[in-house]
């Protein structure tokens, strides 16, 4: 179906910003499924009935460093594209660390214009760069 919404998983233990992405994304017309941590995105993942397009995770989660669940994740969904976002400093060598440097990365507090750009520019330079939206 080249009709299909991007579906986008958003794991992010802090539910009301969890919960202003996944309306910001829905807005701008991608399908999004929420995790609060790791343990939930992997059940998320696997019930998804499709693969995901794109990632949006906290680096920190409660129960896992966010690259390690990232690493899993793509198991599951090898073309899936991924945003990290976190209050931490970019340039911290420990955070940044098994974080390949191509990654994107928004750093906390962002601006919903910044996050919606990330999605359109992972979707514009992926596999189906024809059908992305173009927003941005």
């Given at each position: 179906?080249?009709?299909?919404?991007?579906?986008?998983?958003?794991?992010?233990?802090?539910?009301?910003?969890?919960?202003?992405?996944?309306?910001?994304?829905?807005?701008?017309?991608?399908?999004?499924?929420?995790?609060?941590?790791?343990?939930?995105?992997?059940?998320?993942?696997?019930?998804?009935?499709?693969?995901?397009?794109?990632?949006?995770?906290?680096?920190?989660?409660?129960?896992?460093?966010?690259?390690?669940?990232?690493?899993?994740?793509?198991?599951?969904?090898?073309?899936?594209?991924?945003?990290?976002?976190?209050?931490?400093?970019?340039?911290?060598?420990?955070?940044?660390?098994?974080?390949?440097?191509?990654?994107?990365?928004?750093?906390?507090?962002?601006?919903?214009?910044?996050?919606?750009a990330e999605m359109g520019?992972?979707?514009?330079?992926?596999?189906?760069?024809?059908?992305?939206?173009?927003e941005a």
């Open positions: 179906m080249s009709d299909q919404k991007k579906l986008i998983l958003i794991v992010e233990d802090e539910e009301p910003a969890r919960r202003l992405f996944a309306t910001a994304l829905e807005q701008h017309g991608y399908q999004v499924l929420q995790a609060g941590t790791a343990e939930e995105a992997l059940l998320v993942a696997e019930d998804a009935g499709r693969p995901i397009d794109a990632l949006l995770m906290d680096i920190m989660l409660p129960d896992s460093w966010g690259t390690r669940l990232a690493q899993s994740l793509r198991v599951m969904h090898p073309d899936m594209g991924v945003v990290y976002a976190s209050g931490y400093a970019q340039d911290d060598p420990i955070m940044m660390s098994g974080i390949d440097p191509e990654t994107r990365f928004l750093h906390k507090p962002f601006e919903i214009g910044d996050l919606i520019s992972i979707f514009e330079h992926g596999p189906e760069s024809a059908t992305a939206s173009g």
